[in-house]
RNA sequence: GACCCUUUCAUCUAGUGGCCAAGGAUGUUGCGUUUUCAACGCAGACACAGAGGUUCAAAUCCUCUAAGGGUCGCCA
């Protein structure tokens, strides 16, 4: 059986990144039929917020990633740890540690200013004199002293690291609180976890957590470090970049299966393959085509992608969406036309709303450049003759196709080019010159509103 | 500074010694379609970080160099 898990600190939002390592955890679990937890890792009681949890567990339900029974929090689970703590001080494979802050930023320094990676240097590790007064002690595990530290990383094979670099890290607190690494491991272990997928940033951490285990007796998981996600530049993705925060990808407008699609290809492959539906992402992902280099985030990719499944998606769905963008269609009969017109004109639901606006709403305010462009001087007449002529058809204009016709008989009758008419016409109707084609908005205006929308502009030429 | 990781078009990537004078996708350029814009279709430009090996044969294996990134907390 495989369990995997996605372990965020609550201490912001869930991060573009953070869904990425989730969505693999994720489809790995479900491709095996497994299960996946979500941890909270909140031992750090200074740090939480709850609000913060709420914002991670909003983000899953809106692109739809389901976990498997309930939420875990760390800071209910203080008792096991506490269990374990003591296990390893009572099997003299932890110890206390009365060192203070003061003495260990002086030895940092100390190795600092002697090239050397600043680590705690064991003075306490056998420690059986008296100790200082006036000091809480902190609580360290005793980790290896010679030889390596050796796992294969499901992503970048076999990893080596010299114990020495690994030093006899703090379990818990002075106020008995444990820390991340030990809880991590004894949580995975306890979870049933076999497969620990995380961000590159962890690498330094899993021998850490090995010591744990093994101190504890403990089965290894696999542990699968993912490169992380640069912006466009190439670097660390910060709340600079813009768009972090998963939710705010919910207010651009931008659909839940482009997001997963996106960042499903931002470091996996499966051969040629770029659109992937939900179905397909949790049958056909397999962590060993994830890639080992980091990659850079596209926004560009996104959008298209985005654009895609706007295309893909049925009208009722639009509709219900469309509602979070100011744009109401459940009650206008013409809402199938509406979308039929302006589908593929909007890379995001913000750009298809002011679409449908376009159509829904007379203009405000027309493109100047466009105006001079479309309006000559027998602009005025030609529009209203047209006008004329669609009030006097009005009967037989009930379609597309209809006023398609009536626009060509009217130029041939005319003796004019199309771009006569064709041109300031659609300024009338939207404002500007681009957007849908002018057969389809005037069957979805009418013939009122279309004459409306042509009286309007005549009257400000 | 120490330790670890990475390196194919601008970007995401295919590629596991011969199928590769490197394929797909986004973006970009041109053309077509269209009453405009978009969408769509077709075509073009653009890459194996560098240097040495190993081999009949290297994008693929080895070594070094360079460039990026990560980690060095009583944070997670």
Redesign the pocket.
Known sequence: MITTRF???P?GYLHIGGLRTALFSWLWARKNGGKFLLR????????NSEEATKAIIEAFDWVGMEYDGEVFY?SKRFDIYKEYIDRLLSEGKAYK?????EE?DAL?EE??A???????DGRYRDFTGTPPAG????IRIKAPIGGMITFV?G????????SS?V?D??I????G?????F??AIDDALMGVTEVMR???????TP?QIVVYNALGFELPRFS?L??I?N?Q???LSKRDGATDVMEYKTAGFLPEALLNFLL??????????IFSIDEMKSLFEP???????????L??????N??YI?ETPNEKLVEMLKDFGVDLSKDSRSNNILHATK????TLVELASQINLIIQQPTEYNEKDMKKAIKEDTVDILKDFSKLLAESRATLLT?LD??HA?ESFVSQKEIG??RI??P??VAL?G?????????IMNILGVDESVARIDKLISII
């Open positions: 372990a965020p600190s201490t909270i890792e909140d031992t750090d009681m200074a740090r760390q540690c009365y060192m203070s802050k260990l940092r190795q600092m002697r090239k050397e990676r600043p680590r705690y000091i809480e002690p902190v990383d992503i970048k094979g076999e990893i080596n690291i010299a670099e030093d890290f703090i818990a607190r002075s106020d609180t444990p820390t991340y690494n809880v991590v961000g590159d940033d962890h690498l330094y951490n850490k470090h490169a992380m640069n466009e190439g670097k660390k290809r931002l470091g996996w492959s499966h051969g040629d393959q770029e060993s085509h994830i890639s080992k280099s980091s990659s850079c985030y596209d560009n990719k996104l959008l298209w992608l654009s895609h295309k593929e004109r909007g890379k597309p006023y398609h626009l199309f771009g064709g041109q016409l659609r939207l500007s010159m681009s957007g849908a084609g002018l057969d389809e």
